[in-house]
Every structure is written in structure tokens, then in C-alpha cells.
């Protein structure tokens, strides 16, 4: 894993040895910080209806078809294996049967998040500046608090026909009408590493903590993360891709989060971890600049904003509950950062303003999972090479 990122150049300078370096220097903060009171909580609507189709027709729903590695076996296995069970949320926080205001308040109490108020003229004022369905999560009354850290990412079993056809209508979402080729042609390669990077690090955790059936025992797959990852060198360099976005994102915001007002002692803790991680990111690990920077750029970022936001909503979509979850933190996470490096330089602190703080635990959730997904691909190699290249 020596090369360098050779996707674009002109984005990014930094190789995968840079990546991976960076990596295990953010690595312990990230991960103490996605696990304190603030940021290991989520806000999600399990109840939400499919957008876009009927979701009871054009789609297989019984239940062998939601079964995918396991399904040849399905009825021998013992009920908690299957994949409605192994896809359930756990321990929805007992606040679930609170009013919506007093979940809120919970996560109030730890950052109290100072809005601008008055006539704050910005240039930005008129536009929708958002990447992804920010409403689902502020304003749905049937919206419940997860313990993120008690519902790790791993393998569910959720697959087949449907989940395929999920992906496939994301990955669709990648048609831009522009008419310049070149731009409609940048758009769409970064629309797309950024879904076959997000595509990748989930398979990457399904294949790290999976369940083998027939022992009954959870733990990594090699052969899965092979044939599902590790044999494609492109879905390897998507992934080091959206970390270098994600990362980017976060060292563009965390000094502006001084403006959160934590209230003890304990979340001083986190922001100076929060400071620790920024300041081990390189401000050249991403060029967002060149991107979208011509007198195109707020007709393809329109378009770009508009198709991010569709797949925040797919989500709504995803019938394993697990799956759904992740799906919705990873995607608010990655459009959190393109809000971030694409809208910023306008008015930075009407971008700062306008986050919510979901989109902030979003956002430092989906770079733990990118970065553990990271750590993992290195796993896997050692793995590799023990098994099959030791003599
Ligand atoms: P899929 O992963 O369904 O892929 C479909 C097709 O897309 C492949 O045949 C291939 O042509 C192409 N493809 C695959 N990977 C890439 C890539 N990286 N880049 C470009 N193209 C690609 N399962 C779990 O066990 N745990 C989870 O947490 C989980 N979360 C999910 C979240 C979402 C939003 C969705 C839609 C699915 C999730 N799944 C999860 C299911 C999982 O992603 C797979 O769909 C499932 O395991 C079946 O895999 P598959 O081999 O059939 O191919």
C-alpha cells in the first residue's frame, strides 16, 4: 500500500503512507470522542416511509429475500442469528418514550450551541445550502435518541435483491445534466467515489465483525473482505478518498467550535480532543477548491446538493434497522462535509450557524467509521500476507 492517491492529484497531495499516518495519530482522540456522552447519541426516524417507491411493491420482501450470506440456511438458524434480529437497534435509549424537546434537551445540556441572531446579512441568506434532509432529524416527531456506541456497525445479514437495488438506485443518483461535459464528468467521478467509498468501508465492517453461523462466533472475514474489497484497488483508493474530504472538513470546522459552549469540566475534555484531532490534519490532505471552482460551480453544486440530499433520504428505504442507521449517519455525515468545504468560504459563520448539532456527531462519527475502515484495510493485509504469503 506504498502508492500514491492516484485519483486526483490536483485534490489531494497526500498519498495512502500519508493517510495512513495521519490515521494513527487521530485514531485514540477520535475514538474517545465518539464515545463521550455528546457524541455517541443520534437522532432517527425508524418509522419514516420510502420517498421514492412503494416500498411493498417493486421489492422483495419476504423474508428469505432479505437473507443474502446466510440464506441457504436460513430456517436452521437459531432466532437471534437472523437477520431481522441481528439488523434490530438495541437499548433504543429509555428517553424514547420522552417528548421529542426533552431528548433535545439532553444533548442541550452538553453543548449549548450559540446562534447569531438578529440580521446576520450573508451573501448565502437565500439559498439552500444544505447536502442533506436536515428536517428528518430536527423535526420528526416520531424521532427516537440511539446509543450509537450500543449498536456497533457489523454484519446483519441484510442483502439480496433489495439491498442490491438500494445501492443501485444511489449509485443513479450519479447522472448529471450539465452542459459542460468536463464538469458533468468531475461531478459525477466525485458523486461516485464518495458512494463507492461509503459503499466499501460498510463492507469492510461487515466483513470485520461477522458471524459465522455455523460457530456461533463474531470476528473478522477475510475472505469476505477480499471478494468484497481488498481485490478492487479502486474501492480501496475511494475509501483513503472520503477520508481525506471527511478529514478535511473537520480541520476546516474544528476551529470554530470554540463557539459551542460546553457546560463542565468533562466536555472540556472533548474539545481538546476534538483540537487534537485537527491539528494532526494536514490542511493539503483535500483541495476542495478544485472541485467545483469556475463560473459553473453553483450549477453543479446545485445539482450535486440536490442528488447528495436524495441519498440521505434512500435512506428511509433501507428496511434492517442497523443498516438504516448507519446508512443515515454516514450519509448526513459526508453531506455535513461537502456543506462544509463547499459552502464555507462564502460566510463561514452562517455555515458554522447553520449546522445542527446531528450533523455535528454525524460528521465525527462518519470519520471514526472511514478511519477505523482505514485501520482495517491494514488489518487485513497483515492478515493476507500471514496466510498466504508466509512461507
Ligand atoms: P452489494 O454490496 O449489495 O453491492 C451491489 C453491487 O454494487 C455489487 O454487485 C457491485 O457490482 C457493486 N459494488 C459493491 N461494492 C461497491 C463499491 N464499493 N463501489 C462500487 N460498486 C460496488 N449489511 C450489513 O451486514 N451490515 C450493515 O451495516 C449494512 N449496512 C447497509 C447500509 C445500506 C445503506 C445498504 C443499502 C446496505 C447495507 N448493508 C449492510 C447490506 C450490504 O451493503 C450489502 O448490500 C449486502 O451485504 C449484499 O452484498 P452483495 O455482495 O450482494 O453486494
Not at 220 to 234: C, H, I, K
Request: charged share 25%; with cysteine.
Amino acid at each position: 500500500m506504498n502508492q500514491s492517491l492516484p485519483y486526483h492529484s490536483k485534490i489531494s497531495n497526500s498519498t495512502i503512507n500519508d493517510l495512513n499516518s495521519i490515521n494513527s495519530k487521530v485514531r485514540p482522540s477520535l475514538l474517545k470522542i465518539v464515545n463521550s456522552d455528546f457524541f455517541k447519541f443520534f437522532k432517527l426516524n425508524l418509522f419514516s416511509e420510502c420517498p421514492f417507491w412503494d416500498d411493498n411493491n417493486g421489492f422483495c420482501t419476504n423474508r428469505a429475500c432479505a437473507v443474502d450470506v446466510i440464506e441457504d440456511d436460513y430456517e436452521n438458524l437459531p432466532e437471534y442469528w437472523k437477520p431481522e434480529m441481528l439488523g434490530k437497534i438495541n437499548d433504543l435509549n429509555d428517553l424514547d418514550n420522552q417528548p421529542i424537546d426533552a431528548q433535545d434537551e439532553l444533548l442541550n445540556q452538553l453543548c449549548n450551541k450559540k446562534f447569531i441572531t438578529g440580521n446576520h446579512y450573508s451573501p448565502l441568506n437565500c439559498r439552500d445550502i444544505d447536502y442533506c434532509d436536515v428536517d428528518y432529524i430536527t423535526n420528526h416527531p416520531d424521532a427516537v435518541l440511539v446509543d450509537l456506541t450500543n449498536n456497533p456497525e457489523r454484519f446483519t445479514g441484510y442483502g439480496g435483491e433489495q439491498s442490491g437495488l438500494i445501492w443501485k438506485s444511489i449509485y443513479s443518483e450519479n447522472c448529471f445534466q450539465l452542459e459542460d461535459n468536463d464538469k458533468a464528468s468531475l461531478a459525477k467521478e466525485v458523486f461516485f467515489k464518495l458512494i463507492s467509498g461509503m459503499h466499501a468501508s460498510i463492507a469492510i465492517h461487515l466483513s470485520n465483525d461477522f458471524l459465522d453461523t455455523k460457530t456461533g462466533k463474531w470476528g473478522p472475514n477475510l475472505d469476505l473482505f477480499m471478494f468484497r474489497v481488498g481485490n478492487w484497488t479502486e474501492r480501496i483508493e475511494n475509501i483513503y478518498f472520503n477520508y481525506a474530504i471527511v478529514g478535511k472538513a473537520i480541520q476546516k470546522i474544528l476551529p470554530f467550535l470554540q463557539e459551542l459552549e460546553f457546560c463542565s469540566q468533562y466536555d472540556h475534555e472533548t474539545l481538546n480532543l476534538l483540537s487534537n484531532v485537527s491539528s494532526d490534519i494536514d490542511s493539503s490532505i483535500f483541495n476542495e477548491h478544485l472541485i467545483f471552482d469556475d463560473e459553473l460551480s453553483s450549477e453543479v453544486k446545485d445539482q450535486f446538493r440536490i442528488k447528495f440530499k436524495n441519498v440521505t433520504k434512500i435512506m428511509d428505504c433501507v428496511h434492517c434497522d442497523r443498516c438504516r442507521l448507519w446508512g443515515k449517519v454516514q450519509s448526513t455525515g459526508y453531506a455535513t462535509s461537502l456543506k462544509i468545504l463547499l459552502e464555507m468560504d462564502n460566510d463561514p459563520m452562517f455555515v458554522v450557524n447553520s449546522l445542527t448539532k446531528y450533523e455535528l456527531i454525524a460528521l465525527l462519527n462518519t470519520f471514526d467509521r472511514i478511519s477505523k475502515s482505514v485501520q482495517l484495510i491494514n488489518d487485513f493485509e497483515i492478515m493476507f500476507n500471514e496466510k498466504y504469503n508466509s512461507e
